[in-house]
């Protein structure tokens, strides 16, 4: 019998032992009656607060067949049965039945037997220990042991504040992957104010909340769209706000230029190594693996997360550049789906159609959103109003010349050095057919724009080729932006032998200016001299990419 059943039980018995009481004129046996009647109510109490299968089992003998609430059933419906009273109606059916008193005293000694019989054992079962104080000695030893255990495990983490010689050296071996990505502060907050609109976004404050439920966000938008920024800036003000024991923030970047394609095992190996980077504490799980070195295998990454996450509050991983390998991120997107508990997934990459139909089922935001498309279409309408050739090929026509202005920004890829390269090719065409050929059937792809842009940084005087040659290496060899006093102090021989003499006396902004001149687009700086400091960087990622190709190929030897 199951404790509804049970509960259910009793309190029948209970409201046929209230009916028989307003009939029994005995003394002796009403007293028997109220006082079993009590018993079962107290213990239908108990029922409403005992749920466990250890606590209800005393109920449960109690209520089986032939037990005592059985026979004080059977000896109430007796009762009731000769007084006259059913189901159905608690009045007397008849005047007779009040006149009447049905019992002879041999049957009365033998019901207050069969009830003094029974208040014994419903009193057992109520003495069972004290049950009510049992149960509350019960919970508080369970809470003091709950509080005893996290104490303990406290105390050990507290102990493990940073890895040994040996587990650093394993750590490390588990990927090859690059962190250089990761911003520093004054990167971060140079890029605050960009990229406040993201992270006061409605679904990236819904996504970042620690709850028990998956959570995972698409950050979307075209190359140029700065999504990689975005990224790192979440992650600096993630640790930012959750600066706890129990959380961890770990991210990957599909992108290795010129490399092979990142397998699911290095990926899931490399975020291994950032929980263990972050939280030493949980090198405790590696150690239990009596694992040698090197990436861990799939199961093996999967497992240690698991057992990671357990230990964590939240755990937040952040997928970069998501589309480059778009099949293995997948791959490692269906495994972190596995992990139990959930943990909070970031995804960015650019919108194509294989990733829209499989990543359809998830919150979007888009970096567009920052920045309306009109804006950008309007910018681009202004540059086209510069050039006269295209103006008369277009009749001046404000209509044609704002339907152009949108079907370049839609295939721009969010790169005005790619809208500037196209009007430059727009520019030469002698007639309107050329014109048209060149704008339907012959756009610049992002590589065809990037060599464009070689050739004019190559077509300057030797002393500019230098400096730009040189520029392009320290900042691809930093594998981040550049500080340009520092720059500045590097190429001093190369700057000296550009700047004419007639301006020797350049002041640093117009120095960095000659510096991002002679770059031809690859570079751009951000900052404020009197702030953090003026910082050169390339454009987009994918130009680090196209650099690295080229010196591979000595096509920018120096």
Known sequence: MDGISDTASIIAVAQL??????YV????????IIQARGLLLTLHELTNEVGDEDWSSTIQSLTSHDGPLSTFRQLLEDMAGKLGITRSDSQVSNALHRLRWPFDQAILQEMIASLEKLKSNLLLALAND????????????????????????????????????????????????????????????ELRASTEWFL???????????????????????????KSSLCGVARFFLRFWRQLENVCIASFVFDYSGQEEPSESLVLSSIVQQILSERPYLIEHLTALRHTGGPL????????????????????????????????????????LSIKPPINILIATR???????ALQDYLVVRCEDARPFHVYVDSIKA?????????????????????????????????????????????????????????????????????L?????????????????????????????????????????????????????????????????????FVSSSGQLSTNGIHLHFIHQTVKEFLVVKYANESLAT
């Open 130 to 189: 004290h049950i009510r104080l049992s149960m509350e000695i019960r919970n508080e030893v369970r809470n003091v042991q709950t509080q005893l255990t996290e104490a303990t495990i406290n105390s050990r983490r507290q102990m493990i504040r940073s890895l040994s010689r040996e587990q650093e050296l394993i750590v490390k071996s588990l990927s090859l992957a690059s962190l250089s990505r990761e911003l520093d502060g004054e990167e971060v907050m």
């Open 200 to 226: 006061s976004h409605e679904d990236f404050k819904n996504w970042h909340t620690v709850n028990p439920i998956q959570q995972t966000l698409v950050l979307t938008g075209s190359p140029g769209s700065r």
């Open 351 to 357: 919108e194509t159609p294989f990733l829209s139909e």
């Open 25 to 32: 004129k005995t003394r002796r046996l009403l007293i028997a």
């Open 17 to 22: 032992a209230a009916s028989i009481i307003k």
């Open 297 to 336: 295998s799939v199961a093996d990454s999967i497992k240690l997360i698991n057992l990671a996450r357990r230990d964590l509050d939240q755990l937040y991983v952040i997928l970069d550049e998501f589309d480059s390998y778009a099949r293995t991120g997948l791959c490692v997107f269906k495994t972190l």
């Open 453 to 521: 842009m070689l050739h004019n940084l190559t077509e300057q005087p030797p002393e500019l080729v230098k400096l730009a040659t040189k520029t392009l290496r320290t900042v691809l060899d930093a594998g981040r932006r550049v500080e340009a006093t520092q720059l500045m102090s590097d190429l001093a021989p190369e700057i000296a032998a550009s700047v004419p003499q007639s301006n020797r006396n350049l002041t640093k902004a117009g120095i960095i200016e000659a510096i991002e001149s002679s770059c031809k687009g």
């Open 383 to 451: 540059m086209l109003e510069q050039e006269p050739l295209i103006l008369a090929h277009l009749d001046h026509d404000p209509e044609k010349i704002a339907d152009v202005s949108i079907y370049l920004a839609q295939r721009s890829y969010g790169l005005y050095v790619w809208i500037k390269q196209m009007l430059k090719l727009l520019a030469r065409t002698r007639n309107r057919t050329q014109f048209q050929s060149v704008l339907q059937k012959n756009l610049l792809t992002l590589i065809e724009t990037y060599n």
